[in-house]
């Protein structure tokens, strides 16, 4: 193609998109509230899923040994659990500091009265998890190895969690294919109306003996710069609502801070900025080919 | 002033002729001097009777020929099937030496830039002024920008438009917008000239001044066709007439006029 044709091209796609100020603003008007709804619901799942994930880590199961065990056999067992592939961490407390946080937590300035440490069977072993849904068979596990007197766990958090999360992933699948889906036959239809509009022309174009390519390109670049533009706005529009919701929030909800955590403008951009213009662009393309298609062979 | 002009366009012809009008040459040589052969043509729709039935046409380079008849008579199926824009039923077509029942989609374009063609409602670019719409023509076949600000004027001045360059199409009257197409048509030299009813939209005074150019372009060796009603024009031009009646050739004159209906 001669640099000349090429520079032809780009500008006819550019001037189209004024051409018909209608069609334009439809279409972006239509990518840009898909794609408006897209981010909102990804931002939303995405720290979700953040918040759950975080919970799931606060989930720990706790050991106890047999009275009088000795230090090299609770060692031993530290080991043990450490190699489990589903254990992210483990903690050692020992019987000091088991009574240090209970009086900080529970009696305070009462404490004085006690000379020794009443907990003083209560070293033990905190266990986090990095997958909640393997608690139970941990705790078997935990439960069969000799020397250990109980074992502590939440059940009830662990399952909630566990199904939380697996309904979470499905739900956000299923809103995010259902939105793409009906992002892209309005986006179609949109780009479908605008150049049956134009059907006249490109039918004048094959008529003077254009080639495809040259009929398809200035639609194809005009789709493109469409889904371009459509994607940038709600993009913009989810990054300064994102920071004010999530002050809003914040400040509001105050005693919420320890309990939720939210992903930064930047985490959540890292991922939605690059699919929303891929998408916006993707359909644009497609779109415009697909549609210019039909009213090539004249 | 007229003259000069064609004179002008001669001497770009020539030039076009010696650069690429090789492979032209050599593949109408088998067909003698003929530019379009139909023989036995037949074209029938899906939706019932034939719009064309066993036509046979013979045309030369460098003819200027009327098709003339009453609607339904196959006029505008006959233009369609010249320009390829659909296909023959039986028979065999070629035009310009290309085998129309064979030609390969990707090749239409290439084919049909070496066809002008002048429509009723002059189908130009709405949007866009005199001066883009015929330098779409020279765009679609990839000449520099310094060919086209070359050419496009030049080719304004003959069809007497040269004042009009930035004018959009519907500031023009009915006569210029057919001048503009005419000059989309012949910028890019093609080698056969369609009009069809090129003017069936125009009062007498504008249909001379068209017809008087398409005789004009003729002359400079283009061959020209003209499906047209206007009995007047045919009868007063003594050109060649073919008359179509229900899809079929009825005659086929030198020189004829517009044969009555009964």
Redesign the interface.
């Known amino acids: 193609?001669?640099i000349?044709?090429l520079f032809?091209t780009l500008r006819q796609g550019f001037r189209n998109i004024f051409?018909n100020k209608w069609f334009t603003l439809a279409s972006i008007a239509t990518i840009g509230a898909c794609l408006f709804l897209f981010g909102l619901f990804y931002a939303i799942v995405v720290n979700f899923q953040h918040i759950v994930k975080n919970a799931e880590q606060g989930v720990s199961v706790t050991v106890f040994f047999d009275a009088g065990l000795e230090d090299t056999r609770i060692q031993e067992i530290g080991e043990m659990i450490a190699r489990r592939t589903e254990v992210s961490n483990v903690h050692f407390v020992s019987a000091d500091e088991a009574w240090q946080s209970f009086k900080q937590d529970y009696l305070g300035e009462y404490a004085d009265g006690f000379t020794e440490n009443p907990l003083a069977n209560s070293a033990n072993y905190q266990i986090y998890l990095s997958d909640v849904s393997m608690q139970s068979a941990l705790v078997t596990y935990l439960e069969s190895i000799p020397g250990v007197r109980r074992v502590n766990r939440s059940e009830i958090t662990a399952t909630t969690l566990t199904g939380v999360n697996a309904l979470v992933a499905y739900v956000s699948v299923g809103i995010i294919a259902i939105l793409l889906a009906v992002s892209i036959f309005l986006i179609s239809n949109t780009i479908m109306i605008g150049i049956s509009v134009r059907k006249?022309?490109i039918?004048?174009?094959?008529?003077?003996?254009?080639?495809?390519f040259?009929v398809r390109s200035p639609f194809v670049i005009e789709g493109m710069l469409i889904g371009l533009i459509g994607a940038a706005i709600p993009l913009g529009i989810i990054y300064v609502l994102y920071n004010v919701v999530m002050e809003y929030i914040l400040e509001r909800f105050s005693m919420l801070t320890r309990l939720l955590s939210f992903l930064s403008v930047e985490e959540i951009f890292s991922v939605l900025l690059p699919v929303s213009l891929g998408i916006g662009v993707g359909i644009g393309f497609l779109g415009s080919i697909s549609t210019v298609r039909k009213h090539l062979r004249? | 002033m007229v003259i000069k002009v064609g004179e002008k366009r001669g001497n770009r012809r020539g030039e076009r002729t010696s650069a690429s009008g090789k492979g032209r040459r050599r593949r109408t040589a088998s067909e003698s001097n003929e530019i379009i052969t139909l023989t036995d043509v037949s074209k029938a729709y899906s939706t019932g009777a034939p719009a064309l039935k066993d036509v046979n046409l013979r045309i030369n380079k460098g003819e200027f020929v009327f098709i003339v008849g009453d609607s339904g008579s196959g006029k505008s199926t006959l233009i369609k099937l010249l320009?390829r824009?659909l296909t023959i039923t039986s028979g065999y077509i070629n035009v310009m030496g290309y085998d129309l029942s064979k030609i390969k989609h990707?090749k239409i374009?290439?084919?049909?830039?070496n066809?002008g063609?002048v429509f009723q409602d002059f189908?130009?670019?709405k949007?866009r002024n005199v001066y883009e719409n015929v330098a779409?023509?020279q765009?679609?076949?990839?000449k520099?920008?310094k060919e086209i600000k070359k050419n496009v004027p030049s080719i304004l001045a003959i069809v007497g438009l040269a004042g009009k360059y930035k004018a959009k199409p519907k500031q023009l009257s009915g006569g210029e917008q057919q001048r503009v197409a005419l000059a989309?048509a012949l910028v890019?030299e093609p080698t056969v000239l369609l009009a069809d009813e090129p003017t069936g939209n125009l009062d007498p005074k504008n249909s001379w001044e068209i017809m008087k150019l398409l005789e004009q372009i003729n002359e400079n060796g283009t061959t020209v066709l003209v499906v047209t009603h206007n009995r007047e024009i045919v009868n007063a031009m003594q050109k060649r007439v073919v008359t179509l009646k229900k899809g079929v050739i009825v005659s086929d004159e030198e020189k004829g006029g517009y044969i009555d209906e009964d």
């Open positions: 193609m001669r000349n044709t032809y051409r006249e022309e039918n004048i174009m094959k008529y003077i003996g254009a080639t495809d040259f004249v | 320009l824009e990707r374009p290439k084919f049909r830039r066809i063609i189908r130009l670019l949007d779409f023509a765009r679609i076949i990839q520099s920008n989309r890019n």
